[in-house]
């Protein structure tokens, strides 16, 4: 069915789509949203990147393609978990949601770019 990106603070004012199976990418919760209103089927926190990795990234853009890196290696211990994921995109409309200002440069694109490969 495919795999879209959210920010979490565009998602939670629409309704979440019919067949749709949303997953928040992030380690933090988005702040000032309500869990109610994030309307998740799924937290993989595991999935996000590290404490330390999005500290050193710190949404600098000249760091992306580090990140990239950096990222993909981090994500790629959880194997079985990408694996559960590229599945349910076969079966769902899979949405990942993210928390970052930055649309063009976080850790949602990277995952997406990991899942289609």
């Not at 393609?65 to 994500?75: D, G, S």
């Amino acid at each position: 069915m495919g795999i879209s990106i959210e920010r979490a603070y565009d998602f939670y004012k629409q309704e979440k789509p019919k067949g749709s199976y949303a997953v928040l990418v992030d380690r933090m919760w988005p702040r000032g949203i309500k869990k109610e209103q994030l309307q998740l089927d799924e937290w993989a926190k595991q999935l996000a990147p590290s404490t330390p990795l999005r500290k050193w990234f710190a949404h600098d853009i000249n760091k992306w393609q580090e990140f990239l890196k950096r990222y993909h290696e981090e994500v790629g211990a959880y194997q079985d978990e990408l694996r559960r994921l590229k599945q349910l995109s076969r079966n769902h409309h899979l949405i990942l949601i993210y928390g970052a200002k930055d649309r063009e440069h976080n850790q949602a694109i990277a995952l997406k770019s990991l899942l289609e490969q």
